[in-house]
């Protein structure tokens, strides 16, 4: 019976991923650019233009002026090689990031539900599932960023720890070092994942005194557990220090304003989907460890959980954001927090189902249709308004590859798509994908002083809207007004068709339109 149910279950995993398979090769047979424009996030082709300049030995680069480290270690690796093997152009890279992509979603999705069907809650794998299906996670599977490559990392965490028991109290040296290997993984897929690292830690401690070992065990377990992590981590931070002297990313540290709070600790825009998501795991998590506690299980077995380290390690991630992240913090740094409610909720559901043994059916059904049904809706709402978008972004790359020559500089603050795809080299003026002087440079000199200086002859904006002739280029700062590149109508060369401004198929704003100026040094744009 266990063998037929398993056989079963096989065949309906196939063919979900045979229809998948079809669905995404249709779409890439009839229209692959239209496909990359809406799958791709913005910040994918970041990724995308780096890597492509590492593997042709030009260096980890996105502007080819600049060495840059704007990036998650993994995945950019992973990105490399698709580049270093796929057909020459900018199309099939692309392309192959998005297969690889959604198969590595496929990949959590079939984890996730071994995870909950066999070690968390029996009979309710299918609840576990559809929780992944929910926007944060479906589009953050999906898009072309390191978040497929965490989500997919923080589910063989979880599977490899329950399975063999990694995280346990008794484990021994040997499960602590793959514990900490795992977790290094983890980290290096997306490093705010530090926050796990420290999480895990502190509950193997407090798991560990309670169980009753001795501080000499304790310690010499999570040494075990920094050994592994280091295995993983230390080249990375090595690699960092030699080449830009810094251990963090550039990406990072120019939106934190740490250890100074930001001064603005408001909920707006995406931080609220990451304070909603938040609050769900920790009542979920809560709730676990209440029944725990009512049926009798040992405080250090539930503190050990891999579920509660996740949940309160994405709780941390959130207070930091919001404490610290002064502009910059998308919905998709939430894609964790995604994963962790899919894995928190399925437990509690089963004990609350216990005693509503009728209700079980209806409950799973109206779960699973609700979950899955959200998070296919806007999926398809956010292909479509990426296709828009994207569009007219790719109108102004095919112009710049025409109309200029292949040395010309391009400066723009959202600069992934038109940075790849235009082929030429184009400055990140927020500073992402830039290097760690730039910041610096731009506040001593100005920033009209760095734009002669690296030899900019053009400025774009992606969303342009004029005011009495003239559009405003904002460049965030940290906890201070942003600077301001003031573009007048008279020196525009192109302007893309209008971009509708929409948020879930609705109408948010006027339209837009991605326009090119002309920047010549001897009459740079007026600053604001």
């Excluded at 995870?115 to 809650?121: E, I, P």
């Excluded at 602590?176 to 926050?195: I, K, T």
């Excluded at 400066?411 to 184009?426: C, E, K, N, P």
């Amino acid at each position: 019976m266990a063998l037929a149910h398993g056989a079963a279950r096989g065949i309906r995993v196939g063919a979900f991923a045979v229809i998948a398979a079809a669905l995404l090769g249709g779409l890439l047979w009839v229209d692959p650019e239209r496909v990359i424009a809406g799958f791709l996030s913005d910040d994918a082709f970041y990724y995308l233009k780096i890597a492509r300049h590492i593997a042709e030995g030009r260096g980890s680069t996105f502007d080819g002026l600049h060495p840059t480290n704007g990036y998650h270690p993994l995945w950019m690796l992973v990105v490399v090689a698709v580049t270093a093997l796929a057909p020459a152009g900018l199309v099939p890279p692309a392309l192959a990031v998005i297969v690889l992509s959604v198969g590595m979603g496929l990949a959590t999705l079939a984890l996730v539900a071994r995870v909950v069907g066999r070690y968390l809650a029996p009979g309710l794998a299918a609840v576990g599932v559809a929780a992944c299906l929910l926007p944060i996670a479906l589009i953050g599977m999906t898009n072309g960023l390191e978040t497929g490559i965490l989500m997919l990392s923080l589910a063989v965490w979880a599977w490899a720890s329950l399975a063999g028991g990694l995280h346990r109290p008794g484990a021994g040296p040997g499960a602590a070092f793959w514990f900490g290997l795992l977790l290094g993984v983890v980290f290096l897929a997306r490093l705010d994942s530090a926050f796990l690292v420290i999480t895990a830690g502190g509950l193997l401690a407090a798991s560990g005194l309670i169980a009753g070992q001795g501080p000499a065990r304790i310690l010499a377990r999570l040494s075990a557990v920094g050994a592994g992590g280091a295995v993983a981590a230390l080249p990375y931070f090595a690699w960092n220090l030699l080449r830009f002297g810094h251990l963090a990313p550039i990406s990072g540290a120019v939106k934190s304003s740490f250890p100074e709070l930001r001064h603005h600790l408001d909920l707006r825009g995406d931080m609220e989907v990451g304070a909603l998501l938040t609050a769900a795991v920790l009542v979920l998590n809560a709730w676990t460890l209440a029944g725990d506690r009512r049926r009798g299980v040992p405080l250090a077995e539930s503190l050990a959980s891999p579920v509660l380290m996740l949940g309160t390690a994405c709780a941390l991630h959130f207070l930091h954001a919001w404490l610290f992240l002064d502009w910059g913090v998308y919905w998709w740094h939430f894609a964790a927090t995604n994963l962790a409610f899919a894995l928190a909720l399925p437990v509690p559901l089963a004990r609350w189902l216990e005693a509503r043994p009728r209700l079980r059916p209806l409950a799973v059904g109206l779960l699973v249709a609700g979950f899955a049904s959200l998070g296919g809706a806007v999926k398809v709402l956010d292909f479509a308004h990426k296709g828009r978008q994207h569009g007219g972004w790719m109108e102004a790359a095919r112009w710049a590859r025409q109309h200029t020559p292949p040395d010309a500089v391009f400066a723009i603050v959202d600069a992934g798509l038109f940075g790849y795809f235009s082929d030429r080299r184009v400055i990140n003026l927020d500073g992402k994908a830039n290097g760690y002087g730039y910041r610096e440079e731009i506040e001593r000199d100005g920033l009209e002083a760095y734009l002669r200086r690296t030899g900019v002859a053009y400025l774009a904006d992606i969303h342009c809207r004029y005011v009495d002739g003239a559009c405003a280029i904002a460049v965030q700062r940290v906890n201070d007004s942003p600077l301001l590149l003031v573009l007048n109508e008279r020196d525009e060369v192109f302007r893309s068709a209008p971009i509708p401004e929409r948020k879930l198929g609705l109408r948010a704003s006027a339209d837009t339109h991605f326009v090119i100026w002309r920047f010549e040094a001897n009459d740079p744009p007026v600053g604001g």
